[in-house]
């Protein structure tokens, strides 16, 4: 019975200790932060006696003492950020989106912003000069002419440095499915979606290198996983995806940090792309039906409404890759952008596709394979 009384007062001891060492270590990393994470405390009021209660002598010492080292580690990912004023940042597709939206929320914090815009004259634009000053300058950029980014005005901008560049660029094309998909789309895709990234970060990264600084490139989900109707955007996207990772690899020798951002559906106006299939060959047209082909051009409008118009997700962790002490390798912000990448790799694959044709069925249409198939099987 004294044995009993002596393990017990020993391991209360050693959890004593633990917990103050955690309550001190969090309380530093808070202290004149604007974001504190209070639910940390919450868990560890809930999880140590748990802990303590459940598992015999040094495994439940040896689970708190992990659990609690993770708590302070996403905390001190969240807290610890840099002074960003006077640093310079680059970002393109600034028209509209993401883009647009990152451009005002980081100016106001003392960065640099250089907007880049496909349009100078667009109303995404034009509000961001109205709005701007000498730290907010919008310019005239199509990511897609090389020519243009490696020329001595573009360089001249950033006599000063640079810090970041956020690849924010993007073109949808159309949702639908691959067949039916003109091949000129998937080279549109590719141009924008990851050709003209490469270039960018090629062009710039001797500025990165120099100031050691943060690389954001931002994919999506349909990159990650593959997605009816998304077929040209999301192979593009799969490919910067792995530029992405690659890079940031070799980066890492420089002292470069490359993350990136891939949400979930977030109402933005990406340029998307309403064209007519008219190149469509007589057999495709046959076989998928004119019904279905029409309904298609209603399938993004869809989409949309059931997208997010919170953005706040998206650029907080865009935030957090510029700022953070410690950047993420990978954001996946919205409510489904870790869900559906998680059924995917864990999920055997054919219960995957039942999953994820059924959330992704927007046409009342069906092609006409389905009946053709139906009466194939009739005749045998």
């Known amino acids: ?9 020993y391991f209360s001891s050693l959890y004593t200790i633990v917990t103050a060492l955690y309550i001190g270590a969090i309380i530093t990393k808070a202290r004149g932060s604007h974001d504190r994470e209070y639910w940390t ?10 802990c303590f209660l459940a598992l015999p002598g040094y495994r439940s010492l040896l689970f708190l003492t992990c659990s609690l080292w993770l708590c302070y580690v996403v905390l ?39 907007a880049g815009v496909l349009d100078e004259t667009s109303p995404g634009a034009v509000e961001l000069k109205r709005l701007g000053s000498e ?24 006599h000063s440095g640079l810090w970041g560049i956020v690849n924010n660029a993007g073109v949808l094309g159309y949702v639908a499915d691959g067949e039916i998909l003109p091949v000129r789309v998937y080279r549109n895709c590719l141009a924008v979606n990851f050709l003209a990234a490469v270039e960018v970060s090629q062009v710039f990264l001797p500025l990165l290198r120099h100031s050691k ?13 593959p997605v009816p109707g998304f077929v040209a955007y999301g192979a593009s996207k799969a490919a910067l995806n792995t530029f992405s990772g690659v890079m940031r690899l070799e980066l890492a020798r420089w002292g470069v940090n ?11 106006s990406i340029r998307y792309q309403e064209e007519i299939f008219t190149s469509l060959s007589q057999d495709v047209r046959k076989d998928y039906g004119e019904a279905y082909i029409s309904s298609l051009q209603a399938r993004f409008a869809k989409m949309a409404v059931m997208s997010s118009e919170d953005l706040r997700p998206v650029l907080d962790d865009m935030c957090h890759a510029l700022m953070s002490v410690a950047p993420r390798p990978v954001y996946t912000p919205g409510q489904s952008a870790w869900l559906i990448p998680c059924l995917h790799r864990l999920c055997p694959t054919r219960f995957y596709d039942m999953i994820i044709t059924s959330l992704f069925q927007f046409n ?9 198939e139906n009466t194939a099987v009739k005749i045998k």
């Not at 919450?42 to 999880?47: N, R, S, V």
């Not at 990912?77 to 940042?89: E, K, S």
């Not at 950029?141 to 901008?157: K, Q």
């Open 258 to 268: 490359v993350s990136t951002i891939q949400p979930a559906g977030f109402r933005t």
């Open 76 to 114: 001190g990912r969240r807290v610890d950020m840099l002074t960003m004023h006077g640093r310079a940042v680059l970002i393109t597709g600034c028209d509209t989106g993401f883009g647009h939206a990152l451009a005002r929320r980081i100016s106001d914090l003392g960065v640099t912003v250089f």
């Open 135 to 158: 730290g907010l300058q919008v310019l005239q950029l199509d990511v897609t002419d090389a020519a243009l980014l490696d020329t001595p005005p573009i360089h001249t901008l950033f």
């Open 41 to 50: 405390f919450a868990l560890l009021a809930l999880g140590g006696p748990l």
């Open 1 to 9: 019975m004294e044995s009993v009384d002596i393990d017990f007062w």
């Open 213 to 225: 600084g943060r690389l954001v490139n931002v994919c999506s989900m349909a990159g990650d996983v």
């Open 364 to 372: 009342s249409s069906l092609p006409l394979p389905t009946v053709h």
